[in-house]
């Protein structure tokens, strides 16, 4: 199901998307109530929506996306924006980073990336661009106080990578080290961290960069593959 106010750009990600043979276009809306009467109606896999829609063009996609985490929990959701706004991508991952994910519009165009961050959201996972990543990092570092601070060079790779959605084994191959290696930098960073293992595996990303926000204690899922 696609949200998007800009009716051009709308009918052309709905035209990409199809022709792509691996998506298939329930509804195409262009506000926020449009959305959710459309998801009542239709129950889609994944939800493709613009992060600012009307009614006020704030945050209408991240309200969306919390309040089908809880009205319908099955239904993922990919946010897309035009400019880089690492606090509403906090926002969307605020409640769990399963079946969630925030990219730039500028990926729109290419059809395999969005396919398959697609195609990781509705089998249950994560995506966040690597842009909104580094610049939470970088934000952070600059701090005096940074809880960053505490870790290492490699650690700090390592965190930018988990926190990206991926594995411990597409980080191994990513930084091409162990995956044992990976394993223990990673129970470093969430011992330096404080982090608490509550038992759910997609809270690790969302452990991550809310934690990056400052936002308060975070708990984060198993530190296993």
Known sequence: MLAED???????????????????????????D??????????????LTDIRM???????GVQAANL??????????????????PVLALSLLSEGSSRRGYVLKDRADDVDYLVDAITAIADGGSVVGDEVIDSLVLGQLRQVDSPLSVLSPRELEILREVATGQNNGAVASTLAISEHAVQKHINSIFSKL?????GETHRRVAAVLLYLSNTGPMVTGPIGP
């Open 194 to 198: 404080g982090l608490v293992d509550d």
């Open 6 to 32: 800009n009716a051009f750009l709308r009918e052309g990600l709905s035209r990409l998307l199809a022709a792509s043979g691996r998506v298939e276009i329930l509804a195409a809306c262009g506000s926020l």
């Open 54 to 60: 009307p009614p006020t063009r704030t945050d209408e």
């Open 34 to 47: 449009e959305l959710l009467d459309a998801v009542e109606a239709e129950e889609p896999d994944v939800v």
């Open 68 to 85: 089908l985490r809880r009205t319908h929990p099955r239904v993922g959701v990919l946010a897309l924006s035009q400019y880089l706004e």
